[in-house]
T-cell receptor, first 113, second 112 residues
Framework: EAGVAQSPRYKIIEKRQSVAFWCNPI?????LYWYQQILGQGPKLLIQ????????DSQLPKDRFSAERLKGVDSTLKIQPAKLEDSAVYLC???????????FGPGTRLTVT | GNSVTQMEGPVTLSEEAFLTINCTYT??????LFWYVQYPGEGLQLLLK?????DKGSNKGFEATYRKETTSFHLEKGSVQVSDSAVYFC???????????FGDGTTLTVKP
């Protein structure tokens, strides 16, 4: 069974630029999560999808971050414009149901200069 | 709101020593509890889980028991190996709502 795929693995941009991350969850997993992990901290949930609907986006900075999962499969997270404090690893995870364990992708390391 | 508090690291042990990493939580309802591990250069992997009070999760010699009375889920291993060196994250998932909360992680280094 293929795992959660993410791309790109690394990205360096200047502040005020935009960036997009892509995630393809494990086949058949209805729930998809995006996390932000700042160095030295645990993952912080940004947004959670159940199929193509949003379950929780209470910690998503909506003035600059957006995410979509149009067909209920893969998902894109966008930042526009980026700030220095957005430097972090962005993790995507999926699970077969809301309450089940999550499987994580390798993450995208974003550096904003 | 929900929160997870882990013992601060880093933790350095000699091979074959006993390991305890403390984790306490605050949550509404009846969450499921997890330990994830992140080896150097790799993504997070599920280590073990417990879905209700008094459940014991175990895997690869690691154990943790869901203690509702003390709101704790401490990770233990009787004899650590150098290969156990990693960052360990305690997490909770509020059943039915899907809201997940992670601790800040504890770095474990095991020396030969």
């Amino acid at each position: 069974e293929a795992g959660v795929a993410q791309s790109p693995r690394y990205k360096i941009i200047e502040k005020r630029q935009s960036v997009a991350f892509w995630c393809n969850p494990i086949s058949g997993h209805a729930t998809l999560y995006w996390y932000q992990q700042i160095l030295g901290q645990g993952p912080k949930l940004l947004i959670q999808f159940q199929n193509n609907g949003v379950v929780d986006d209470s910690q998503l900075p909506k003035d600059r971050f957006s995410a979509e999962r149009l067909k209920g499969v893969d998902s894109t997270l966008k930042i526009q414009p980026a700030k220095l404090e957005d430097s972090a690893v962005y993790l995507c995870a999926s699970s077969s149901y809301l309450a089940y364990e999550q499987y994580f992708g390798p993450g995208t390391r974003l550096t904003v200069t | 709101g929900n929160s997870v508090t882990q013992m601060e690291g880093p933790v350095t042990l000699s091979e074959e020593a006993f390991l305890t990493i403390n984790c306490t939580y605050t949550a509404t309802g009846y969450p499921s509890l997890f330990w994830y591990v992140q080896y150097p250069g790799e993504g997070l992997q599920l280590l073990l889980k417990a879905t209700k009070a008094d459940d014991k999760g175990s895997n690869k010699g690691f154990e943790a028991t869901y203690r509702k009375e003390t709101t704790s889920f401490h990770l233990e291993k009787g004899s650590v190996q150098v290969s156990d060196s990693a960052v360990y994250f305690c997490a909770l998932l509020r059943t039915g709502a899907g809201k997940s909360t992670f601790g800040d992680g504890t770095t474990l280094t095991v020396k030969p």
